[in-house]
Structures are given as structure tokens and as C-alpha cells.
């Protein structure tokens, strides 16, 4: 497997996953979401992963967490900064969450306690990892991270809760969460599908801002090429847990090796049809559909 | 929230009124004639049209049942000139076999019935929250099965079955109880409470039981919600993540539901105060019942409404208090 | 680590799903088969409650005074409340009147009333739960309101105060009617909800596209899909029927004496449970694992129905 995206030194990648398999128990034997699968990212890189719902995209972003199913267990490596995650204990792990590698999922408003102002839920998240911050402290920081994306009148829009918030601006909350912690690593699985067309652009310039500011590793996780294309330098294509292809943004959209991936570039500009066009081309991913469905929106 | 109250309070009424139409409906079709009844053995024709035109009933339905709701309000005069009786507002008639006003037999019972619903509720809550939490939390070990199979059972025994077996095992084979009798609080708070417990277990049992499953079913479910997702991605700590992002959305559904179960019991447990014989609002009821003492029945009916309706204001407004996105809404 | 979201299982059983995935599922659960197995012996006795009088010799009817003892009160001959080969579960004190053609008898009252009940609550509720979702506008409003005003309403004090000033004729049919009236809006709430949701799906758009009637469409295409919903809420509503009888009986207001009911029986134990707990004990036991079966079948039943639908 060809890999311009393998990193130099080892030491030096921010992210390096290595044979990462998720396994699932069924009463019909063992069930691979992911298998065996390498992804690599350098400090402040940006990383796609494409695939149709049901490819173990989100199942991948969530056992890079350790987030993955009870039901499940998680093999491989993953390491970042060379420290390995997998194995790791749950009180080292809670520790990385967050703090280090943040996320940001698909559905804004099911994704934030609806029974909680949008400050206390970036605040509580701060002050988890910040012991000792008083709590008018976590609250400048809660305001600053508002600010940062763009939430106008900050101080009172803190006390708000999230139904009181349109869709794109409780994608704004969700990222300016994130941010909070100042992660290395900001993992967002599908960050733009829940949203209109235009707020879709803003959030990803966003994206790409806070990246360029930050130097914050990003993994966008998507089912829509075009958006990948926009802000990552390389991408690996996934079906059925698999990676089929992988490469620099410009050698997939310029040569595509794999079919899979010639169907999902002939998908992009149909994107309302986009699931039912790829079912005809790329047939037999019921095992994954099971996953993906159970895995909720998230898929 | 103000208009919103105003709102829910002329609904209220308008059930209230049904209730009351309905009730009074069926019973001057079923009935049979109030004033035979009243004037028992020794009966003239007279005196028979003269109890009919004291109380009212020789007027048409549509004139008894305004009296009677302008009674509650206003209060009402029974008969004319010497015999003349004043009823005063809230005026529910007067029972008739006691003659005693309804009104006053209903405060006389209510702290009865009262006490017996509220400590049965404090059981069945802490119960019901309990187990559920502890259920939802072992999910899938044998203290959850276990837990699963006893709230099962605790449904299926009606609770007057239960009621006697708990007689007969701590009050007549372990004698651990003593015969239940009136005592008041203040003579003897040792024997009162004793007194109590049976009927407190026998009508929390039923409701521990629902509220253990609605409990787990509730935290199960919130357990899977995308927002306790994010509570573990932000790496907060499990403790945190069950008080205030698992605990609260859980336990909201418990609390209106509590509030209507509560209201419907402050009117009175017909069963358990029958069957051990406790003087509150349920008993007078089945005995008024016993005995087609229709003012009487007509009463707890209209208090039983009463208080259905007015809990469901109360959750209302608890619940407006505690789910921001009603609060907004309303 | 994290509870777990993708319960894949239940994802998996899916595929599985009708009526016969339902019954394999089932089958394997020994709570539900030995409820089922009850539920079944019940039945069997209450068809065949002539048969076996016949067999045990007394109808439910008949004096024995043979069986009590007049100087104790009418306390049964014999321990464990005169049970034997001639009385098998024993007599009733006082009149020595035969359990166990009273329990089998019983049961057919038990039954009967339980299962019409649930049949016509399960017409009613579902019927108007479909026009009320289906339809909506005004025809919701009423039925919404009718259902607040029935749920808000004192049923059991209205229940027994109704049955005791109506004539004891035919009182099996009256209670049935009572019951079912209070009883309905608590599965037309459920189907209302469940059909306004349905009457969104792409399905139903499209025959409604296609030109079918509303009548056609409800029958047709939003029926079937809450064939287990209403299942599930019919069986789940038999045990609190069955108890709501008994209960009515206990307090007398229920089946009219000398028809034998199970409730009737444990009232009348009242007087006795000190001396005679057998009499007491056997209508409850009966009873209590009657209604404890329907509730574990009803259960577990659920637990198939909602995997299948993969909640």
C-alpha cells in the first residue's frame, strides 16, 4: 500500500493509527465495522475519510477516542504523539478526550444536553480538565471560545440553551466546545450533513480558519467528497470497514485507482441522490448497513 | 406563563364542570328516589313531597344541577321560612343518611387519606428511583434481572391479595404488628405509625414497581442519547456524566407522572382503606356507595376531579420549570 | 468506557422480524413460555369447567354440609380447609360449597370478562386513535378532549358507584362496557401518535398519491404497521382487566353471588383468613399467577417487538 501520507519520523506524527479493527460479537459470529486500518497525520495536517454511510467512518473516528461501543472491542494501534491509546486506562483515556483530541459530531441540536445553557456545557468540559479553575474563569474561557467562532454578543449568548440557537450556529457552539481545550487533534464526523447548504460553507471556512490559526490536526470525516476536497490535503476512501484508496486530494480526484471511488466522484454533484446512486454501483454492504444503522445519525 | 396558567385553569374547569354533569347525570337517571330513602320507615305522601321540595328535587334536572353548582360557589339555602338550612359555600348537599354537610365529612377524612398517600409516596419513590438507577446501572446482571422479576410480581398481586397476606403473616402468625386502630399521632406517634405501615406498603408496592421500570427504562434510554456521547468526548468524569447529563433528563418524566399518581391517591384508596379499615375519603366512599348516599358519592367524585385536574396543573408548571425547552415555549 | 449506543443485536434480530421471528424469539424465554403455559391451563379449565365438575363431582352451586363442622362456626372438616379426595381444594366455611368447581368456574367469569374487555378497549382505542391521528383537525381536538376528560375522570369510584346503582342483570356485559369505557384512551393515546407519525412516511404518501381513499389508507397501509404495537398494548391491558374485575367482585360490586368470581371468593376469605387461610390462599394464588403471567408474557413480548423494531 503506497502511502505519500506516511510520516517521516515516527515520534514526529500527531496521529498514527496502525491495524485498527473494531469487532463486534453478533449472535452470527464476529462482525469487523473497521479492519485493519492505517490512517497517518502530521501536526496541523488535515485528514478526509470518505465513504457511504455504513464504511466504518464513524465507528473509526469513534474508536480512535477509545468511544466505540461497549458491544465492541477495539484491536490495533493508535497512537498520538507516540503515546499509544489503546490499552490505555479509562482514567488516562478521559484525560486525552477533550483535552487532546476533541470532537465534533454530525447533529448539533441532539448532540448538546438540551437541559443545559450552552456556557455550562463548554465550561463543566474546561473544568474537567482544568482543576482548579474557578468557575468565573472557565466562564471567560467559555465566552472567548464563542467569540472565536463568530457568536455574536457572546456574554449573553452563554446563558442561552441550544434549542434557542439555529442550526449552524449549534454547529458553532459544538466547535467553539472543542476549541475550548485548545486540542491537537479535532476529530468532526459529518460536521456539515445536518445543515443548509450555505450555513455547510461557512462552517467549513470555519474549519479551515481555526486550522490555519490554531495549527489543530483535523479529521474531517464525510460522506461528501467535495467538502473533503475543500479543506484536507489527503484522503482515504473506506467501504466496508476497508480502506480501498488512499492519497493526496489532487491524485484522487485526477486518477482514481479504485471503482468505489470513481462511483463516489461521479456522486458529487448529485448529492441529494447521492446514497441511492452509490447502493446501485457498490452492492453488498448489508453487514455494514446493520452497523450503520444501529450506529444512529452518526453514520 | 401567566396566560399559559389562565389557560390550563379554564380547562380545568370545564373538566370539572363535565365531571360534575356526567356524575349527576347518571345518577338522577339510576337512582331511586332520594326522598323514600330519607324518610325512612313511617312515611307519609306528604312528608315525602316535602323532603322533595327542601332539597330541590321536584325541580326539573337542568335547575337541580344549577343550584347544585352555584351551591359550591355561593353556598345555597336548603327549604324555606322556619325549617330553613344554611349551606355554605363550598356547599356540596348534605349526606342522607348522616345529614352531616359533605363538605365537612370530606376536611373530617381528608388528612386521613393524606397521610396515608404521602407516606406510601415517599416509599414508592425512593423505591421506584432506586431501583430503577441501580437497574439502569447493572444493566444486564443478575441484580438487573433480578430487580426486572420482582417489580414484575410486585404488579401482578392485587393489593388487596397483598394486603391480606401481610395481615395474616405480621399481625396474626409473627404478631410483629399490631391489630390496626385509630390512634391519633399525638396520643401514641409509636402505634400510629405501626397503624400505617401495612397500608403504606400495600399502595406504594404497586407504584415502586412502575416507577423501578419507568426509572431504568428512562436512564437506559438517555444513555444512549448523542449528548452523553459528547459528555464522554469532552472527557468528563463518569460521576459528572450520570449526575447532571444522565440523572436529570431521566428523572423528569418520573416527576410528572408522580404528581398525577400522588393526586390521584390524596382523593381517597378506595381499596386499602377498606380493607383495613381506615376512616378516609376512599372509605367513605365505598361506604357511600354501599349505602347510594348520592351527595356523598357526588362529593368524592367532584374531589377526586378536583384534584386530578389541579395536579396536572402543578406538573405542568413543575415541568415548565424543569425542561428549559418548555419553558421558552410556553 | 461508553454504554453502549450500537447495540448491534438487536441490530442483527431485525432481519429476522414477523410473526415468526417474534414466536423463535419468544419461544426460548422461559418466563414467557411458562406465563403462556398458565395463560393456557386457565383457558383449557374455563372451557372445559362443566367437564371437569363432572368429573370432581360437586358443581359450584351445591351445599355440603357434610364437609363442615356446625360447632365450630362452619369451619371446613379436615386440615388445609377440608381438602381431599372428595373436595380437592377444600370448601367454602360456612356453606361448604366446593372450591374447586367455584375456582374453575371462576375462571371462565376471570376470563371472559378480561379478554372481551380487552377486545372491545382494543376496538375502541385503536379505532379512534386511527381517525384521530389520521385525520386530525377537529376530529382530533374531540377525541383529544373526550380522552383528557375520561383520563382525568375518578374512574374506579365512577365504575363502582355506576355498577351498584345499575339492576344486577346481566351484570358480565355491564362491567365490560364500564371498563372499556375508562380504559380505551389509554391505547388510543399510543395509536394516535404512532398513526400521525406513520401518516408522514413515504409509503403512505404515495398511495395517497396513487388516489387511495383515507379509509383505505388507514386500513390498508397504517393498520398493518401497528399490528405490534397493538399486541403488545392488548396483552399488557388483560392482566390490569383481570385485576380491575377482581377487584370490582372484592368490593361487591362486581359478578353478582351465587355466580362464583375469584375476587368474590377472596372477599368472602376476609371473615376467615385467621382461621382458614386455605380458602384464602387458593383464589389468591390463583389470581395473583393469572395476572403475573399475562404481565411477564406482555413484557417479554415488548422486549421482541421493540429489538425487532430496532429501538
Known amino acids: ?299 | 406563563m401567566l396566560r399559559f396558567l389562565v389557560t390550563r385553569v379554564m380547562s380545568g374547569l370545564v373538566v370539572l364542570l363535565l365531571v360534575c354533569l356526567f356524575t349527576y347525570l347518571v345518577f338522577f337517571a339510576l337512582s331511586p328516589d332520594p326522598a323514600v330513602q330519607i324518610c325512612g320507615k313511617n312515611c307519609t305522601p306528604e312528608v315525602i313531597d316535602q323532603i322533595r321540595g327542601n332539597l330541590g328535587l321536584d325541580q326539573p334536572f337542568s335547575t337541580q344541577f344549577f343550584l347544585f353548582v352555584v351551591g359550591i360557589f355561593a353556598g345555597r339555602t336548603y327549604g324555606e321560612g322556619a325549617s330553613a338550612v344554611d349551606c355554605a359555600a363550598p356547599c356540596l348537599g348534605y349526606s342522607f343518611q348522616s345529614s352531616q354537610a359533605v363538605w365537612d365529612m370530606i376536611v373530617q377524612r381528608l388528612p386521613v387519606s393524606a397521610t396515608i398517600a404521602i407516606g406510601a409516596a415517599v416509599l414508592w419513590l425512593l423505591a421506584g428511583v432506586v431501583g430503577g438507577l441501580l437497574s439502569a446501572v447493572k444493566e444486564g446482571t443478575f441484580l438487573d434481572r433480578f430487580t426486572t422479576g420482582l417489580t414484575l410480581t410486585s404488579m401482578s398481586i392485587p393489593n388487596y391479595v397483598l394486603a391480606l397476606v401481610l395481615q395474616y403473616v405480621l399481625v396474626v402468625q409473627l404478631q410483629w404488628l399490631p391489630f390496626p386502630q385509630a390512634v391519633a399521632f399525638a396520643d401514641d406517634p409509636v402505634q400510629w405509625f405501626l397503624n400505617f405501615v401495612m397500608p403504606w406498603i400495600v399502595l406504594a408496592i404497586g407504584y415502586a414497581a412502575a416507577y423501578t421500570r419507568l426509572t431504568r427504562a428512562n436512564v437506559l434510554d438517555v444513555l444512549r442519547e448523542n449528548y452523553v456521547r459528547t459528555a464522554y468526548a469532552k472527557g468528563l468524569p463518569q460521576s459528572l456524566i450520570w449526575r447532571r447529563h444522565a440523572l436529570r433528563p431521566a428523572l423528569t418524566p418520573v416527576v410528572t407522572i408522580f404528581g398525577m399518581d400522588f393526586a390521584g391517591l390524596l382523593g381517597g384508596a378506595l381499596i386499602t382503606e377498606t380493607v383495613f379499615g381506615i376512616n378516609g375519603v376512599g372509605k367513605m366512599a365505598a361506604d357511600s356507595i354501599a349505602r347510594n348516599d348520592q351527595p356523598v358519592i357526588m362529593g368524592v367524585t367532584l374531589l377526586a376531579g378536583f384534584l386530578v385536574v389541579v395536579g396536572n396543573i402543578v406538573v405542568d408548571v413543575v415541568y415548565s420549570a424543569i425542561d428549559p425547552r418548555v419553558r421558552v415555549n410556553a | 468506557m461508553m454504554p453502549s449506543q450500537t447495540d448491534l443485536t438487536a441490530g442483527t434480530v431485525a432481519q429476522s422480524g414477523g410473526a415468526g421471528g417474534t414466536w423463535r424469539a419468544l419461544r426460548h424465554d422461559v418466563g414467557a413460555m411458562l406465563g403462556l403455559g398458565y395463560i393456557a391451563l386457565v383457558t383449557l379449565v374455563a372451557v372445559f369447567a362443566p367437564v371437569l365438575t363432572s368429573i370432581s363431582g360437586w358443581t359450584p352451586y351445591e351445599f355440603d354440609q357434610s364437609a363442615i363442622d356446625p360447632d365450630l362456626g362452619g369451619m371446613p372438616i379436615g386440615a388445609w380447609g377440608g381438602m381431599g379426595a372428595e373436595h380437592w381444594l377444600g370448601v367454602e366455611p360456612g356453606s361448604g360449597r366446593d372450591i374447586f368447581a367455584r375456582i374453575v368456574y371462576g375462571a371462565r367469569v376471570s376470563m371472559s370478562i378480561a379478554l372481551s374487555a380487552t377486545a372491545l378497549t382494543t376496538v375502541l382505542g385503536v379505532s379512534l386513535g386511527l381517525v384521530a391521528g389520521y385525520f386530525g383537525g377537529r376530529v382530533d381536538l374531540v377525541v383529544s378532549r373526550v380522552m383528557d376528560f375520561l383520563m382525568a375522570f375518578p374512574a374506579l369510584i365512577f365504575m363502582i358507584a355506576v355498577l351498584s346503582a345499575l339492576p344486577a342483570s346481566n351484570r358480565s356485559g355491564l362491567l365490560v362496557v364500564v371498563i372499556s369505557v375508562f380504559g380505551w384512551p389509554y391505547l388510543a393515546r399510543i395509536v394516535r401518535g404512532q398513526t400521525m407519525s406513520l401518516a408522514q412516511r413515504e409509503f403512505v404518501e404515495a398511495a395517497r398519491a396513487a388516489g387511495a381513499s383515507g379509509t383505505r389508507i388507514v386500513f390498508r397501509e397504517i393498520l398493518p404497521n401497528l399490528r405490534s404495537t397493538i399486541i403488545v398494548m392488548a396483552t399488557l391491558a388483560v392482566p390490569g382487566y383481570i385485576g380491575t374485575e377482581a377487584g370490582l367482585s372484592f368490593l361487591g360490586v362486581g359478578v353478582v353471588p351465587p355466580a362464583p368470581s375469584w375476587g368474590q371468593m377472596i372477599a368472602a376469605s376476609v371473615k376467615w383468613y385467621a382461621v382458614d387461610p386455605a380458602y384464602f390462599v387458593v383464589p389468591g394464588v390463583c389470581l395473583f399467577l393469572l395476572v403475573l403471567s399475562f404481565t411477564v408474557l406482555g413484557d417479554r413480548l415488548r422486549a421482541v417487538v421493540d429489538a425487532q423494531e430496532g429501538r
Do not use: W
Open chain 1, 1 to 299: 500500500m503506497t502511502t505519500e501520507s506516511s510520516v517521516k519520523n515516527d515520534t514526529d506524527a500527531l496521529l498514527e493509527v496502525r491495524d485498527l479493527t473494531v469487532t463486534f460479537q453478533t449472535p452470527r459470529g464476529p462482525l469487523d465495522a473497521v479492519r485493519s486500518l492505517d490512517l497517518d497525520l502530521e501536526p496541523g495536517g488535515a485528514l478526509g475519510i470518505v465513504g457511504e454511510s455504513g464504511s466504518g467512518k464513524s465507528m473509526t473516528s469513534l474508536a480512535i477516542m477509545g468511544l466505540q461501543p461497549r458491544a465492541a472491542r477495539r484491536t490495533g494501534s493508535v497512537r498520538l504523539r507516540g503515546r499509544e491509546l489503546v490499552g490505555m486506562s479509562e482514567a488516562d483515556l478521559r484525560r486525552v478526550r477533550g483535552d487532546r483530541i476533541a470532537m465534533v459530531f454530525q447533529d448539533p441540536l441532539s448532540s448538546l444536553n438540551p437541559y443545559y445553557t450552552v456556557g455550562l456545557q463548554i465550561e463543566e468540559a474546561y473544568r474537567a480538565h482544568r482543576p482548579g479553575v474557578t468557575r468565573r474563569a472557565a466562564r471567560k474561557v467559555a465566552i472567548a471560545a464563542l467569540e472565536r467562532v463568530r457568536i455574536r454578543d457572546a456574554a449573553r449568548r452563554v446563558h442561552h440553551y441550544p434549542h434557542q440557537f439555529s442550526g449552524g450556529m449549534r454547529q458553532r457552539v459544538m466547535i467553539a466546545m472543542a476549541l475550548s481545550m485548545e486540542p491537537e487533534l479535532l476529530i468532526a464526523d459529518e460536521p456539515t450533513t445536518a445543515l443548509d447548504v450555505t450555513v455547510q460553507a461557512q462552517i467549513l471556512d470555519l474549519l479551515q480558519e481555526i486550522r490555519r490559526e490554531t495549527g489543530t490536526g483535523l479529521v474531517l470525516i464525510t460522506h461528501d467528497l467535495a467538502v473533503v476536497s475543500e479543506i484536507t490535503d489527503h484522503i482515504v476512501v473506506m467501504k466496508d470497514g476497508v480502506c480501498v484508496e488512499r492519497g493526496p486530494v489532487e491524485q484522487i480526484f485526477t486518477r482514481p485507482q479504485h471503482p468505489y471511488t470513481q462511483a463516489l466522484l461521479d456522486a458529487v454533484p448529485r448529492i441529494d441522490d447521492e446514497i441511492g446512486e452509490l447502493r446501485a454501483v457498490a452492492p453488498g454492504a448489508v453487514v455494514a448497513d446493520a452497523v450503520a444503522e444501529k450506529n444512529g445519525g452518526a453514520a
